[in-house]
């Protein structure tokens, strides 16, 4: 099924993704018995009986926590509205809070679209919990609400992204020399992520906050949707190509300033080899494709 | 003396928690509880670091019940569970829950208007102190709260860490049940960031934890 409204290459998308968009079987009610890979939940399944009076129940007691969800976040801030997702910023059990609603998105088939934004909203909590046990800093999640899909999460407040520390540095004509220990943090807390078998999937500059005060450059790693865990190199270096691309289109003539990163995570990951490997190997593939292309 | 706090997403509860210490009556209190004469959780304090992470178990205890998603029977034994690291549901009542020899009790109410019990009552079913909430950390015995957790023997963290970390783990393990919390307390950083242990700030900033 082709998707509708954006096109298909300028959304984000993961492999889970990819491969069940692409076959005819979105279209297929009984698609688990289709695709080995996928067991839906019963309360999908029982969308093709809905008229027993259980799942009536269910669906009325869902819809009514929805419309509670709703009420509450449209008393919230909206921060962001994403492609993805709607980020606010409001309190939650007395604390700032942020608030992370992905919502159903049209242009995919309702069942594939539940299927994926449950998968993206638990792949995110998974990924952020991995890395906090490892000592990684992520945010804190105080509660999952997987009728809503919505994630709540643990403001990290007065923090900037590094995205906008990085540009306001440069407008200002500060001396870049300055960026080079943000980056080589960036390095240090890519390995350490990367180490413990985390690919983020979506790594730019927008994606890690930095702590306030700024200069003592404390970073946290945030949305993890696309992430999922792989011990491949292969895997670990596509991350850092998304990044390089990312880093070097958004912030000009950081050249030097992305090798130094480059390094650091280099120094800092037991395993980088392999990864800085394939990095070079992915390189030369892009270079390749857009040759052609 | 009674805090009472209310929840962002479910305004018409009240959620009272109550501390009592030198209770001699704890046997019966629970007898009561389980019976229903009173309506409310009766918790160890010695297993709670913040009322966050009451507030936490009580939140996802209110949206399981209405979804209809409760793995337990009551809202009060849901709250209790929902504290524990693990799926097992006797454990999370031994380990959390009161038990009949205990000196101490918190007791949570949660109340939309139908619960059965007022603070009133509950005051006066116990025989013992009330103090303020304030006093609960004082009451928190981090050794208990460690023994729960497998994970953290690797870990050698100050104390309120630990308990940290063994919040984040209960949420690892509900996690196959598609319902899922984590619980952290911002409190414990703001104690971590004031004491001189760096390393220990880098577990929940920057830096690498401190493995033994
Ligand atoms: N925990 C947080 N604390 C502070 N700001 C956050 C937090 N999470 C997200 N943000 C802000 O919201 C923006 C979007 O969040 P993100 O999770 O990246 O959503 P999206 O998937 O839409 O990009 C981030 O770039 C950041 O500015
Ligand atoms: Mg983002």
Redesign the interface.
């Given at each position: 099924m082709p998707a509708r409204g954006l096109p298909s290459s300028s959304r984000p998308r993961d492999n889970f993704e990819r491969s069940i968009s692409s076959s005819a079987m979105c279209q297929c009610p009984l698609m688990t018995q289709l695709h080995p890979h996928l067991k839906l939940h019963q309360r999908i399944l029982r969308c093709w009986c809905k008229d027993t009076p259980a799942f009536a129940m269910e669906e009325e007691a869902e819809n009514c926590s929805r419309l509670r969800t709703r009420a509450y976040v449209d008393s919230l801030s909206l921060m962001k509205q994403g492609a993805e997702a709607r980020v606010y910023r409001g309190q939650f059990l007395g604390k700032a809070a942020i608030v992370k609603e992905r919502f159903p998105k049209t242009y995919r088939h309702p069942i594939l679209d539940e299927k994926l934004t449950h998968r993206r909203t638990a792949q995110e909590v998974r990924s952020i919990l991995r890395c906090r046990k490892a000592g990684i800093s992520a945010p804190v999640v105080y509660f999952v609400d997987y009728v809503s899909n919505c994630i709540y999460l643990e403001d990290i407040e007065q923090s900037t992204t590094v995205r906008d520390y990085i540009i306001s540095i440069q407008q200002a004509g500060k001396d870049v020399s300055q960026l080079y220990g943000l980056s080589s943090k960036m390095g240090q807390l890519l390995a350490r992520m990367h180490d413990e078998d985390v690919i983020h999937g979506d790594l730019t500059t927008s994606n890690i906050l930095l702590r306030s005060p700024f200069d003592e450059l404390n970073l946290v790693m945030i949305d993890f949707g696309l992430s999922f865990i792989s011990a491949l190199p292969e895997d670990k270096g596509v991350d850092l190509y998304v990044l390089e691309k990312a880093f070097l289109s958004t912030h000009p003539n950081t050249e030097e300033i992305f090798k130094a990163l480059l390094k650091s995570y280099t120094t800092a990951s037991n395993k980088s080899g392999p990864v800085i490997k394939k990095l070079d190997e992915v390189r030369l593939r892009g270079r390749k494709r857009s040759m052609v292309g | 003396m009674n805090e009472t706090?209310v929840?962002?997403?479910?305004p018409e509860y009240k959620i009272i928690l109550l501390l009592f210490k030198n209770v001699r009556n704890a046997a019966a209190l629970k007898e009561k509880a389980k019976n229903g004469s009173i309506d409310g959780a009766l918790l160890n304090p010695a297993m709670v670091v913040d009322p966050?992470q009451i507030?936490?178990a009580v939140?996802?205890a209110i949206?399981l019940q209405?979804?209809?998603k409760m793995k337990t029977r009551t809202l009060n034994a849901e709250i209790i569970f929902n504290l524990s690291p693990t799926n097992n549901i006797s454990e999370a009542f031994r380990r959390f829950g009161m038990s009949d020899r205990d000196s101490q009790v918190l007791v949570i109410l949660t109340d939309d208007g139908s619960c059965t019990s007022n603070s009133q009552e509950v005051v006066s079913n116990v025989e013992g102190q009330q103090v303020p909430l304030s006093e609960l950390s004082q009451l928190t015995e981090i050794t208990k709260v460690k023994k729960v957790s497998k994970?953290l023997n690797q870990y050698t963290y100050i104390l309120k860490l630990i308990a940290f970390?063994l919040l984040?783990?209960s949420?690892?393990i509900h996690?196959n049940l598609?319902?899922?919390?984590?619980?952290?307390c911002?409190l414990i950083r703001n104690q971590v960031n004031t004491s001189k242990k760096t390393p220990i700030v880098?577990?929940?900033?920057?830096?690498?934890?401190d493995r033994s």
């Open positions: - | 706090f929840l962002e997403l479910f966050l507030l936490v939140n996802k949206h209405k979804v209809g994970t970390h984040e783990r949420v690892q996690f598609r319902y899922n919390t984590v619980i952290t911002s880098s577990t929940l900033g920057v830096g690498d934890p």
